[in-house]
Nanobody, 123 residues
């Protein structure tokens, strides 16, 4: 199983970035997919998850500035980030798990993780 994030980079405050996560080796249509982020010295926090039926859940950490989508034909999820802030500098990870009634909110139940893509926002 492989998850690979791309699209990170160094941007100025207020800029936008679009992250992608391509998956391989899972039955993508059956999986909860999520974006998490982790800043240095901080715990990993949820950003969004998206269900197998394309239901998106916002963890409330981005004030409506981010959106998530998935493309089952490409086994890929996307994170569209706008009006970025310096405090959102972090490694951004995608993760996958099979749902048990609902998609999990915590990182621990996610079985598969990508290596992350770095987002750096300068003030």
């Amino acid at each position: 199983v492989q998850l690979m994030e791309t699209g990170g980079g160094s941007v100025d405050t207020g800029a936008s970035l679009n992250l992608s996560c391509v998956t391989n080796g899972i039955n993508f249509r059956d999986y909860c997919m999520a974006w998490f982020r982790q800043a240095p010295g901080k715990e990993r926090e949820g950003v969004f998850y998206i269900t197998p039926n394309n239901g998106a859940y916002d963890f409330g950490t981005t004030e409506g500035r981010f959106t998530v989508s998935r493309d089952s034909t490409r086994s890929t999820i996307y994170l569209h980030m706008s009006r970025l802030k310096p405090e959102e500098t972090a490694m951004y990870y995608c993760a996958a798990t099979t749902p048990v009634n609902i998609c999990p909110l915590a990182p621990a139940p996610y079985n598969f993780w990508g290596k992350g893509t770095q987002v750096t926002v300068s003030s």
